[in-house]
């Protein structure tokens, strides 16, 4: 089992950049896949960004390429997403989310909105 809390969400205005966090719980964080997910209002939830348990691989959603980098300390049990070059079309609630096989995500934070308004 492991516990996961996002933080840094707000809102910012086109063009800028936030960097969120998730904090697991629990000594197994490094043997998580962790990913970000978002939701958007009306909309289905989307993967955004994943990251292997070493941190060795990542992998992005095509919208967020070059903007998004996701990362991992796992000595803090944090996984982060930095966010730059922010787009109206970014606007979401953003979740962490760990997985234990790698397919699908097990577990999942409260979520932390972030708005971009132009």
């Known amino acids: 089992q492991v516990q996961l809390v996002e933080s840094g969400g707000g809102s910012v205005q086109v063009g800028g950049a936030l960097r969120l966090s998730c904090a697991a719980s629990?000594?197994?964080?490094?043997?998580?896949?962790m990913g970000w997910v978002r939701q958007a209002p009306g909309k289905e939830r989307e993967s955004v960004a994943a990251i292997s348990e070493s941190g060795g691989k990542t992998s992005y959603e095509d919208s967020v390429k070059g903007r998004f980098t996701i990362s991992r300390d796992n000595a803090k049990n944090t996984v982060y997403l930095q966010m730059n070059s922010l787009k109206p079309e970014d606007t979401a609630v953003y979740y962490c989310a760990a997985s234990n096989m790698g397919v699908g995500y097990d577990y999942w934070g409260q979520g932390t909105q972030v708005t971009v308004s132009s």
């Open positions: 629990g000594r197994r964080f490094s043997r998580y896949v």
